[in-house]
């Protein structure tokens, strides 16, 4: 995400969060109605998109990252579906 004036606020607003659920010691909290869930936050810092940069360059790379995300995806299901197949039985 790139920090633009609204997305600095929007990175601000949920920092806040997270640090009030902190102080709390909670994940989440009902504040006015509304619920409040800690939000996890990760700032790549520039080497670490250049580097993204180049790895994405190459196509094979790009393939290889959809391929294991496909694997990962089938693994999840796969495992969702042996919890659900044990629950029933």
């Not at 997270?18 to 504040?31: F, R, S, Y």
């Not at 790379?61 to 042996?82: H, I, N, P, S, V």
């Amino acid at each position: 995400m790139q920090l633009t004036l609204p997305n600095t606020r929007i990175f601000a607003q949920a920092t806040l969060i997270n640090e009030m659920l902190k102080a709390m010691g909670k994940q989440n909290a009902e504040i006015g109605g509304k619920r409040f869930f800690a939000k996890p936050l990760h700032v790549l810092r520039p080497k670490d998109l250049e580097s993204m940069t180049i790895s994405l360059k190459d196509s094979s790379a790009q393939k290889r990252y959809f391929e294991l995300g496909q694997q990962e995806a089938a693994a999840m299901f796969t495992a969702d579906q042996r919890m659900d197949d044990a629950g029933a039985g």
